[in-house]
């Protein structure tokens, strides 16, 4: 096993940090569970218990329910044993990987109900922000909605839907449903606004802005209106696109994508694209929690 060529997109001029020398050809690789050393698992200890404390009241129920099934908050779990108990309530497992990985390995893992997860932890002085995922953000961030029997479904229908979005070409428009859901998804609850996307509910800042403060829009979701709009990866959200339910977004992606792909590019090339934070008129918009 000669392990697999790095991955460079989504890390500017760096090279990946992960050793993808021990990745098999699905790029998954063993958990190196003798990396961590006791400061890893203070780092994990100390961002989960900044997370867990902010989640009542701005991160949905069901990512609270689950959130336990993590296993004990005081080190890095082990992914065997969070695999077992995903398995019997989702039919999913996690597996280990060095770090982000090629768009079609990961669409192909989703598509097999296996939730890749980068297996080291951020160094102390990047407490706050680390440019790549690490396990906190993959594990705490991803990993309890995959308890939710809906939103595991979605999740591996994102997969299948990627290995065709791949042959049509479509990637970049699909890589917004992406982000707009998965990692920076908010959903409307009877308690009010709430958070699900894992961006969002990894980040000690973000959390609370994005349910809570009057800047950013929130757009409730329509499926082209997301794929004609532009993201920002280096700041908090401009926009966010708001869910009723997981079953609203895994019926509203369903359909096949491919007239989908061809209306939206139809509409960019007549309309352009949407800038984040950008408003269209007559759009509703939801009133941030509280306001
Ligand atoms: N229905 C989509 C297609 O045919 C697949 C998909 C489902 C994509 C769910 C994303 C999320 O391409
Ligand atoms: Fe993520």
């Not at 009057?214 to 993201?231: A, N, W």
């Not at 994508?257 to 090339?269: D, L, S």
Request: glycine content about 8%; hydrophobic content about 40%.
């Amino acid at each position: 096993n000669k392990g697999v060529a790095p991955v460079t997109y989504g890390t500017g001029d760096r090279p990946p940090r992960g050793d993808y020398g021990r990745a098999r050809s699905d790029y998954t690789c063993a958990q190196d569970f003798a990396q961590y050393t006791e400061a890893d698992h203070v780092t994990y200890r100390r961002l989960y218990q900044r997370q867990l404390q902010q989640l009542p009241g701005l991160a949905c129920d069901e990512f609270i329910n689950a959130v336990q099934q993590l296993g004990a908050p005081e080190r890095i779990p082990r992914f065997d044993d969070i695999s077992e108990r995903l398995m019997k309530a989702t039919g999913w497992q996690i597996v280990g990987v060095p770090g982000l990985i090629p768009e079609e390995a990961f669409f192909a893992l989703l598509a097999e109900r296996r939730f890749p997860v980068t297996d080291w932890i951020r160094k102390p002085e990047e407490f706050d922000y680390v440019v790549e995922p690490d396990i906190f953000h993959d594990l705490f961030g991803h990993v309890p909605l995959l308890f939710n029997p809906v939103f595991a479904d979605y999740m591996q229908a994102y997969g299948a839907g990627g290995m065709k979005a791949s042959r049509l070409d479509a990637c970049e428009l699909l890589a917004r449903l992406y982000w707009y859901t998965v990692e920076f998804g908010l959903i409307q609850t009877p308690q009010g606004l709430r958070a699900y996307g894992a961006g969002i509910l990894s980040s000690a800042g973000e959390l609370r802005y994005s349910v809570t403060s009057p800047e950013p829009q929130r757009v409730g979701f329509d499926l082209q209106r997301l794929m004609r709009s532009r993201y920002r990866i280096d700041t908090f959200q401009a926009s966010y696109f708001v869910i009723d339910s997981f079953q609203q977004l895994f019926d509203a992606t369903a359909p096949d994508f491919t007239p989908v792909y061809a209306q939206v590019r139809e509409r960019i090339a007549h309309e352009g694209e949407i800038e984040a934070g950008q408003v269209l008129a007559g759009e509703r918009l939801y009133l941030a929690l509280g306001a």
